[in-house]
């Protein structure tokens, strides 16, 4: 029966209504009230340092290195004020995992959402943070995240909210490598003829600590050359002790800033309880050691339950390179032990480089927890890229369906919004490669590339599959792990597989049950990887190899969905190139 104004039953109308009213914005006035701005100060410099014990250059946030750790409850507003210290060159921070909704010029990333900033100049990232989970921020400019300038950023849940899982405490490992040839050395090497590649790193960090030429482990080892580190000594390069109490439960996060190295973790005698990916609840599994590649983020949960009179190891190790880096250690200290107490047996022996078997069991392991939002059932669109070592004019690049990103002086957000057409190549990237003649298992037939900067345009709301397919590299009998990541969203991983895709046969291999929530997924040598998304989030974004000399070497494409939905773009980000021009009121 229908309701008027002024009938009996009106009150009794309005109590319900507003009743269910109070009952679905309660979580949103919860939120609010409970929410605040966090604001941060930061200037970016470059510092002598010694990461490894080996005095060094890095970039540094207000002097430090890593740099501050950002801590914030789900609802909060950031707020950073970041001015760039650097003499000579721009910068620009990302924020990994953020999916910046509302606000995609607060992203970070050169020439997508914004300018660099420039020397002396003061740029303000202001954005909310939705998502509990595990993150990290880095630079996003040339090879600034190789040169240091990344830290943790951890989003806890808001009041009154709880985790789907227990723990006692919790311990926060940012994991990274490190060079000694400094990162612009890196970056001409890699456009010059004949290529120079970087090489592998001489060390690896845990939160921007480790040892070079020397081992904490050395008593264990086979090579006498190899000398004990001291446990105390250098504050900037010892390592960060781990101080437990026995049986307790700890919250492990990891998160992995590598410009390279893909690693695996392990601690001594102790098993691990994975329930976090990338700012997801996953269905908790059992491990004895983790994969983490470039991008990705975990939550662990691992009870001190061994002896309590020892200590123990905690080891990363490079997987899917041949390893001619060593092993990165620390020590998980049981109080009331003394934390310079060694542990009483060798570390940890990371996995062999090549055995992927031993990647893929973990990763497949990976299934979002039950309450996650499945994927669309069906696509509207499906973009296949190959990923391919080639050759343009003799350099070395890594291209897409044959296409080296190089990226435009214009930022895509402003020049997309305002229609300048001649700031980047109007012609859609290409969505395919020839699948039937392409043989993905050896060296490409014709090695030669193409530059370019085109857009993929995204039906708004629309569902996008995207197939990353791994590919033989230059060389015969190569082909490299790549972690891909996305800006702007989390895409469901509907599944990996081995080979070149076939919709008729891998298809109906496709998870769409509980296929796990990402923002970085891996594809593994001569495979390929499925992921789906919805383009719900307006602005630009970059989806990238999370290597980072790949990225440089072209290796990305760029997304844009929705721009049009977005009022107004900050002006301040967009005083370059072309919108630099509109914005100082001159003609094009």
Partial sequence: MGTTRG????????????????????????????????????????????????????????????????????????????????????VVIHWHGIRQMGTPWADGTASISQCAINPGET??????????????????????????????????????EKEPFYYDAELNLLLSDWWHKNTHDQEIGLFTNPFRWVGESQSLLINGRGQ??????????SNTSISQCKLRGTEQCAPKILHVLPNKTYRLRLASATSLASLNLAIGNHKMLVVEADGNYVQPFEVDDLDIYSGESYSVLLTTNQDPSNNYWLSIGVRGRLPQTPQGLTILNYKPNSASKLPI????????????????????KILALMGTPKPPVNHDRRIILLNTQNKINGYTKWALNNVSLVLPPTPYLGSIKYGLKNAFDQKNPPENFDSINY???????????????????LGFNTTVDVILQNANALNANVSEIHPWHLHGHDFWVLGYGDGKFSADKDEKKLNLKNPPLRNSAIIFPYGWTALRFVADNPGVWAFHCHIEPHL???MGVVFAEGVDRLSTIPSEGLTCGLTGKMFSGQKN
């Fill in 212 to 221: 070079y030429n020397c081992s904490l482990a050395a008593k264990f080892s």
């Fill in 345 to 364: 047996s060798a570390p940890p022996i990371t996995p062999v480089w090549n055995d992927y078997n031993h990647s893929k069991a973990f990763t497949n």
């Fill in 439 to 457: 043989d993905v298992t050896k060296p490409p037939v014709n090695p030669n590339s193409t530059y370019g900067n085109g857009v993929y345009m």
């Fill in 7 to 90: 009938s009996k039953i009106d009150p009794i109308y309005r109590y319900v209504r507003a009743l269910v009213i109070c009952f679905i914005l309660l979580p949103c006035i919860k939120l609010s009230l409970g929410a605040k701005t966090r604001h941060f100060k930061w200037e970016v410099e470059y510092k002598y340092w010694s990461p490894d014990c080996i005095e060094n250059i890095v970039m540094a946030i207000n002097g430090q290195f890593p740099g501050p750790t950002i801590r914030a409850k789900v609802g909060d507003t950031i707020n950073v004020e970041l001015t760039n210290k650097l003499s000579t060159e721009g």
């Fill in 123 to 160: 740029y303000n990232y202001r954005f909310k943070v939705d998502k509990p989970g595990t993150y990290f921020y880095h630079g996003h400019l040339g090879m600034q995240r190789s040169a240091g300038l990344y830290g943790s950023l951890i989003v806890d849940l808001a009041e009154g």
């Fill in 552 to 554: 440089h070497m072209g």
